[in-house]
């Protein structure tokens, strides 16, 4: 008879153990599943990071060939939106569905994005370089990783680690060497400099509203809309005489090959535009808007590949050395994500645990 109780808290303690042991094994089992399928989101998220930043890279070398034959840099721009919202317009609407309620909601993310993360950023940048050197334009321009960190701290909390601030602290030292600001020279005139940060803003707005996983729009209804917001207004601003407008025909003059006009137009608006924001918005959803605008800075190493080989402007041993921090700023970055699930996903893993399991089951 003594001998009964203690068999009874045995069992107990035995069923106590064996539930915290299934929990604890169902845990890790889920986390790392949960890891693992985070693993290729991650992977094809740099993959589109990366696709948009060639695709941006085009734009300078194309625009540039525009401008050699007498378009101005409003008409090149308002040509590039125009067109890529016109192709996009279809497959967003293909990507709705018949659901015209998400944009009647959404509306006020579609104009925020077209006019600061398309309209705003361009007009600007192109006031900019009316008065500076586009290297310091540009390098201005591209500190807008820095807002977007700090717009994450504040608005929602998530302090950088120290290795993303050593990321970005390099990758904009990179940027420094690779646009060769320190052996160019030349001053810089306070009006552009003003310009240059207005752009700088409209560039961390592309990150910021690219990465808003909360409006329920597929990514390239957002670009589409976006691109039409943004060819309106910038419609609406050559139109009153802000933006000065020309158009020219002929053929655009490469290093390698020649091309008509409209096939330098046609790649404006379908690669550098079409393609570059609908897979930008795609990577910042995957990767969050501070890995992507990081990771978007390539697009200045793209840029400088594409004019080497189509306009003959090669880089020098200084520059490389500043593709090379950029790329290790990207990497910095990387390091300084958080790695191990937050207590709360912890949590929502655990659950679905039944509260009646046994050893038996």
Request: without cysteine.
């Amino acid at each position: 008879m003594p001998a009964v109780p203690p068999q009874r808290e045995s069992v107990g303690a035995d069923e106590t153990d064996w539930r915290a042991l299934r929990a604890t094994s169902s845990v890790i089992r889920m986390n790392t599943a949960a890891r693992g399928a985070r693993t290729p989101g991650t992977a094809a998220g740099l993959i589109f990071a990366l696709l948009s930043a060639l695709s941006f890279g085009t734009s300078g070398t194309l625009a540039r060939g525009l401008l050699d034959i007498g378009w101005t840099a409003g008409s090149a721009t308002l040509a590039r939106v125009t067109i890529a919202g016109l192709i996009l317009s279809i497959p967003a609407a293909a990507a709705l569905r018949g659901n015209w309620g998400v944009l009647r909601r959404a509306w006020p993310t579609i104009v925020a994005y077209g006019i600061f993360a398309v309209a705003f950023a361009q007009f600007f940048y192109f006031l900019a370089v009316g008065t500076l050197e586009v290297s310091v334009a540009l390098l201005i321009e591209y500190t807008a990783p820095l807002i977007v960190v700090l717009w994450m701290w504040l608005r929602h909390g998530n302090r950088p680690s120290a290795l993303t601030f050593a990321g970005g602290a390099v990758a904009i030292l990179g940027l420094i060497l690779l646009l060769d600001v320190l052996g160019g020279g030349g001053g810089a005139d306070t009006q552009g400099v003003f310009f240059a940060l207005l752009a700088m803003v409209g560039a961390a707005a592309y990150f910021i509203l690219s990465g808003k996983p909360d409006t329920g729009l597929p990514p390239v209804a957002l670009a589409a809309g976006g691109l039409l917001v943004a060819a309106a207004i910038l419609g609406l601003l050559s139109l009153i005489g802000i933006i000065p407008t020309a158009f020219a025909t002929g053929i655009v003059q490469f290093v390698p090959f020649a091309l008509p006009w409209w096939a330098a137009v046609l790649l404006l608006g379908v690669v550098a535009a079409a393609v570059a924001y609908t897979t930008g918005i795609v990577a910042a959803r995957l990767l969050g808007s501070r890995l992507a605008s990081f990771v978007a800075l390539s697009e200045v190493v793209a840029a400088a590949v594409f004019a080497w080989v189509l306009l003959g402007q090669s880089m020098g041993p200084v520059q490389l050395g500043g593709a090379v921090l950029v790329l290790a700023g990207v990497l910095l970055v990387k390091l300084g994500e958080p790695k191990d699930a937050s207590l709360e996903e912890v949590a929502d893993l655990l659950e679905p645990l039944p509260s009646d399991a046994s050893p038996a089951d």
